[in-house]
């Protein structure tokens, strides 16, 4: 009875391992059916409903299947990705947020796919789709600093810049003409004091976050001294107590003397800034053209345009900060590598552009597109070849020097210190760091 017992029970292990395995086997054909051909890592919310259509439309049309995987927010996407990329476990698409020299290190380290080849490939076709101005934020130059080999090496799937924007209705109530923005300098001023003296807050942004005061400090002084003064300052050819820097400071100086910027200012963040000009509460604002989707969230009936940065003078263009909104690269470990370009090479290519265009308000990288999209979001598209970005600069300001110039303004704004006091602490800072 014993052996029987034991035939019994060895013949039931063996059943169940049997079932077992079997089960495992079905359950790995199961995965394996299910694993997608392209993996992509993001952390945009307001688009992945947007990717998974997008991903059916894709596997309908070529049968290859792309997923998305969502992490967020931005700075937990940055950590996943830096950590990936340190145990070889990067998807076959994903991103790089951040600092060009992070974006450079990837590419040292051979973690990103060059794709100056494709782009190229039948006389230029998929470069030519794209804004040139959003592609050369993914692009190295020879004379790069990082010492990265000269070739693009990521995709720009939307574009962005930063403009000013101005309240019709507001503009109507102070007396000025709707239709007629400020062009230069002084008339911008004039309008802030039309808006003080009718009790209407002049301008408004997120100026608690010190890259936007940055931005705005830029592109007056790429207008007043121009791209070569800017580099020589850089490289400490030109100190920030030359006149034209001094004239910089001295500007938002003037803004906070006519009583043009919104209350607390310095303090506050964008969110805040756009709820303040969706409501109605300021005439002017500075922001990115994501606000299209903002605003029209907070207050679908706000009558608003955007206008040209004001012209301080004739001498150099007039620019705004712009280029690449979110970027993709190719994972050059990829075993997918090919299939994961195909893909960039689709949703970059004008039908999908409009779709993302139209169901997430966000500005299209693809040039062939713009007719399709949202009247608001056209202003900010047409005025994409006026872009400009400190990262392509051959050379970057140290980031402490950033820092207390950015510092210092809020420092103006509020009183506590002169334009000529804040050149020279930013001076001292620069000779410590050069040192």
Request: proline share 5%; hydrophobic share 45%.
């Amino acid at each position: 009875m014993g052996i029987f017992k034991h035939l019994l029970d060895k013949r039931l292990l063996t059943l169940v391992s049997f079932l077992l395995i079997a089960a495992c086997l079905s359950g790995c054909a199961e995965r394996d059916r299910q694993k997608p051909e392209v993996l992509v890592w993001h952390w945009m919310t307001d688009r992945d409903p947007a990717f998974e259509e997008l991903t059916e439309r894709y596997k309908n049309q070529t049968g290859v299947k792309v997923k998305f995987e969502l992490y967020a927010p931005s700075d937990a996407y940055s950590q996943k990705v830096i950590a990936a990329a340190q145990a070889g476990t990067l998807p076959d698409i994903f991103s790089i947020l951040g600092e060009r020299r992070i974006f450079a290190s990837f590419i040292i380290a051979g973690h990103i796919t060059c794709l100056t080849s494709q782009m190229n490939a039948d006389n230029n076709a998929w470069r030519n789709e794209l804004f040139s101005n959003a592609l050369a934020v993914n692009e190295f130059s020879t004379a790069n600093q990082y010492g990265v080999k000269a070739g693009i090496y990521g995709v720009p799937l939307d574009t962005m810049n930063i403009q000013l924007l101005y309240n019709k209705d507001l503009f109507k109530k102070a007396g000025l003409d709707p239709d007629l923005p400020p062009v230069s300098w002084q008339e911008f001023i004039e309008a802030g004091r039309a808006l003080t003296a009718a009790g209407i807050p002049g301008l408004v942004s997120g100026w608690g976050e010190i890259w936007m005061i940055d931005c705005f400090a830029s592109n007056l002084a790429w207008n007043l001294m121009g791209k070569d003064k800017i580099i020589a300052t850089i490289k400490g050819e030109v100190p920030y107590t030359d006149p034209d820097w001094i004239t910089v400071l001295s500007l938002f100086k003037e803004m906070a003397d006519t009583g043009m910027l919104a209350k607390g200012m310095i303090t506050m963040v964008n969110k805040d800034a756009e709820q303040a000009f969706a409501n109605n509460r300021a005439a002017f604002a500075f922001n990115g053209s994501w606000c299209v989707n903002v605003y029209r969230g907070m207050n679908p009936n706000l009558n608003y345009a955007t206008m040209m940065f004001p012209r301080l003078s004739d001498e150099h263009p007039v620019v705004i900060w712009g280029g690449a909104g979110a970027s993709f690269m190719v994972n050059q470990r990829s075993n997918n590598k090919e299939k994961a370009i195909e893909f960039l090479k689709w949703i970059t290519a004008k039908q999908q552009q409009v779709y993302l265009a139209q169901t997430t308000n966000n500005l299209p990288s693809n040039k062939d597109s713009l007719s399709a999209i949202a009247p608001s979001l056209r202003q900010f598209a047409d005025d994409m070849d006026k872009t400009v970005h400190p990262s392509l600069l051959p050379a970057g300001e140290h980031p402490l020097v950033i820092e207390a110039f950015d510092k210092g303004i809020q420092s103006i704004i509020i009183g506590e210190s002169s334009p000529r006091e804040i050149a020279e602490r930013v001076q001292r800072v620069k000779d410590r760091e050069r040192r």
